[in-house]
């Protein structure tokens, strides 16, 4: 590293944020270098986004001093971070859903008179040129959760900050995609810009890196040199413990579970060109792993069991619900014959954010027209948090806090929660640790391994293979709209897997 690569250009200085008396992060000191990708790690609540929120201007420190070249500084907003050079991409997207892809990359620094053809050219080209598939015409709410993410990053590397802070930017991304993304990060540090990299994949973060931070309860525990660091160390680090190495370690055939009666029939469904004669069976008692790349269809192909989409109406093939034929027009009817969707995104689709717990959880109720629910207890809505707030282990300052106030983990735990509420008797989980710590994804597994030992059928929709090969009794591959292919645990490798939604 040469000697301007060690230059500081922000500095933290005994930084505390509290939150109704109560600190995220608490005397924190934090430096970042000129042309270094510094990781952030840490568990869901550790502070790592809310020290990252103060540096780009969204929220105020408590106490404690942040210097940006030398000179002390408190942005009032985040676009006066961004004229001062400092991009933030969140883990949640703030993208303008009512607008084209080219309009929110350019939002801000629009000219006076500009032709609307010329834009989405501009926008198509920068877009290529970080090799990133997204139309620039297409209106940002139609598209999926990876592209929004794509589209979040373009924007930050548009502005041609001097630092870029991304939070969690890889949780959506195929593994493709990634690899594009990781490139892109090595030319913006060749140019000297400083990168600030949070993430709950710890691969990434160690590969990635030059340095990395802990934090745990808002209070860095450790700082340094990636090559001070391994997996293990970082876990121990971010948790105060030593969390089992089976984590991710893949099913043996003596541990699967046998399936046991046949829940879900799926025989040649089909929605557009997205969905196409799709044909598979859910059993009761088991876990069925679904993997697939991004536009495999494997997300719409549940969301038409779930009764959120629907699938075509002429040869649109059959479902049979334990051997009953079944056609939802709404998702509250699959929800009445015992069927819950969590979704992959729990901003949009998954809570009510300026809600409490409480009425998150009991709006579950009130969703699938549970007969307790038409009338609101008070007390009955009290007694159902404290019950699934200490099954799911969801921790929250006090049993008033807005869902918006918990860490990603809790979120998702409460997102859980609202389907489990309902007495499920099949659960389909999309992504159910994308966005989560190490921790919570342990707690989020036990959750999913209790559901099925009850005998409950459950489907895990994820994109990660480790997570895949961990959970599933049966691994099923979706390409091209369709399932493929299906593996035992034991038998999978992620090569023949990979092989198997690419070719």
């Known amino acids: 590293m040469s000697d301007t690569e060690f230059e500081t250009i922000i500095r933290l200085v005994g930084v505390t944020k509290t939150y109704r ?16 990708v510094h990781a952030l790690l840490g568990e869901n609540g550790a502070g790592k986004s809310t020290l990252t929120k103060m540096i780009a201007g969204v929220v105020d420190a408590t106490s404690g001093r942040i210097f940006h070249h030398g000179r002390e500084v408190a942005y009032a907003s985040p676009h006066a971070a961004l004229e001062a050079g400092i991009a933030m991409v969140f883990q949640e997207t703030s993208l303008v859903p009512s607008m084209t892809v080219a309009q929110n990359l350019y939002l801000g620094t629009e000219k006076f008179l500009n032709r609307l053809r010329g834009t989405y050219i501009a926008a198509q080209q920068f877009l ?76 990434e973060a160690l590969a990635i890196s030059d340095r990395i931070t802990i934090l745990r309860d808002g209070e860095v525990v450790a700082s340094g040199n990636t090559g001070s660091f391994d997996r293990e160390a970082i876990i121990a680090a971010m948790v105060g413990r030593i969390l089992s190495a089976a984590l991710y370690r893949p099913r043996e055939d003596a541990k699967l579970r046998k399936p046991g009666r046949k829940a879900v029939s799926v025989q040649d469904i089909s929605m557009n060109s997205i969905v196409r004669n799709n044909s598979f069976s859910i059993f009761e008692g088991q876990i069925t792993g679904v993997f697939g790349l991004i536009g495999s269809g494997r997300t719409e192909t549940f969301k038409i069991l779930a009764g959120i989409y629907k699938r075509d109406f002429k040869r649109g093939g059959t479902i049979e619900l334990y051997d009953e034929p079944v056609r939802y027009i709404v998702p509250r009817q699959a929800m009445k014959d015992g069927i819950v969707y969590v979704t992959e995104d729990r ?52 049993q008033n806090a807005r869902v918006v106030e918990l860490s990603g983990g809790n979120q ?10 309902q007495k499920p008797r099949i659960v389909i989980f999309d992504e159910p640790t994308r966005g989560v710590d190490v921790g919570a994804i342990a707690e989020i597994h036990q959750i999913i391994n209790r559901l099925a030992d009850e005998g409950l059928a459950v489907v ?44």
């Open 128 to 203: 290529q040129s970080l090799n990133f598939p997204v139309d620039p015409a297409a209106m940002v709410e139609t598209l999926g959760a990876a592209k929004r993410q794509m589209v979040e990053i373009a924007r930050a590397v548009h502005h041609n900050a001097e630092i870029i802070i991304f939070d969690e930017p890889t949780a959506t991304l195929t593994p493709e995609e990634k690899r594009h993304f990781f490139a892109l990060i090595q030319r913006l540090k060749a140019k000297g810009v400083s990168v600030v990299f949070i993430s709950h994949a710890l691969e």
């Open 347 to 398: 901003k949009s689709e998954g809570f009510f954010e300026t809600m409490s717990i409480a009425e998150n959880l009991f709006s579950g109720l009130l969703a699938a027209g549970h007969e307790k629910a038409w009338v609101v207890d008070s007390r009955a809505m009290r007694d159902l948090s404290a019950e699934w707030t200490k099954t799911l282990n969801i921790r929250a300052i006090n």
């Open 460 to 503: 895990v929709i994820s994109s990660y293979l480790p997570e895949i090969k961990n959970l599933s009794d049966r691994i099923l591959v979706c390409r091209q709209g369709r399932i493929v292919e299906e593996f035992s645990p034991s038998e999978a490798t992620e090569e023949k897997i990979m092989y198997a939604a690419v070719h």
């Open 412 to 421: 998702q735990k409460v997102v859980i929660g609202k389907g489990l509420v």
């Open 21 to 36: 008396g109560v600190p995220a992060v608490r005397n924190v000191d934090f430096e970042l270098r000129k042309g270094e």
